[in-house]
């Protein structure tokens, strides 16, 4: 039903299928947006989580926005956007700082398959768009993990800039500027640095998202999942069958996760 082949037919029915395959182009390129903005979204949403993948190939992310297949997975203690997970990514293709990019190039690689049903310019026109997308959905999503209310995009814009450059000068890490800076909160714990100094001027505009917010922050330290945590809870199993590391990490992350959509 998706496809015709015309071998016969008048001029009226040559014209009725042109405007059928025009349709189907439009469907096409709408098909393709929805995949390119749900990556977008994705891409992002492993940045502002300090996530990274470490083997992004085509084959391993979806067209629902979901990806799979973590071999050498981790989570970024700080701001580097050279750090790898693969160990042998020696060239940093999937770097923590290159997966927006990683992810392009795969959106790519699918509009090439859709080069034998659809045209090329829509599917040309959607890649164009996928960089600001991406950055839009940075926002969106570092906003959401500060815990804090939109100000317009420029305003928006200028806070993750300065934020990024304050997590790498001050070296503080993902988890832990997240955490402390919850809800536009400036917290007294020696972070010092120029680049800092401009981050908290600029949140300090800022209104928190919630006019109640959770305890959590206050009462918890940061939440993260680095990688010597999970080979020592790992360990503890693998030597002693010792579970308990482990159930305590999954409270741990679910207290996160409430704390989060409070």
Excluded at 36 to 64: C, K, P, W, Y
Excluded at 198 to 225: D, G, V
Aim: hydrophobic share 45%; charged share 25%; with cysteine.
């Amino acid at each position: 039903g998706e496809f015709w082949i015309g071998l016969t037919g008048t001029g009226g029915e040559a014209e009725g299928k042109r405007d059928q395959s025009a349709e189907r182009g439009k469907a096409r390129k709408a098909e393709h947006a929805g995949i390119r903005e749900r990556i977008a979204q994705q891409a992002a949403s492993f940045m502002v989580a300090g996530f990274v993948h470490g083997v992004l190939n085509s084959d391993n992310i979806n067209v629902t926005g979901e990806s799979f297949d973590y071999g050498p997975w981790r989570f970024n203690p700080n701001w580097d956007p050279r750090f790898t997970a693969a160990y042998f990514d020696h060239q940093g293709l999937y770097a923590f700082g290159r997966q927006a990019e990683a992810m392009h190039w795969n959106l790519a690689q699918l509009a090439i398959s859709l080069r034998l049903i659809s045209e090329a310019p829509p599917l040309v026109e959607a890649l164009e768009r996928f960089p600001a997308l991406f950055q839009a959905a940075i926002v969106e999503r570092f906003l959401w993990r500060l815990g804090v209310v939109s100000k317009g995009i420029e305003m928006d814009r200028a806070l993750v800039e300065a934020g990024e450059r304050a997590m790498i000068d001050a070296a503080i890490p993902i988890a832990d500027f997240f955490h402390h800076h919850r809800g536009g909160i400036l917290p007294d714990r020696g972070y010092e640095g120029e680049r800092y100094s401009a981050f908290t001027e600029i949140l300090s505009q800022f209104e928190p998202a919630t006019s109640t917010p959770s305890t959590y922050w206050a009462e918890h330290a940061p939440c993260s999942m680095l990688i010597e945590e999970v080979e020592a809870i790992w360990q503890a199993i693998a030597s002693d069958d010792d579970w308990a590391p482990l159930s305590r990490k999954i409270e741990a992350v679910r207290a996160f996760g409430a704390a989060l959509r409070h």
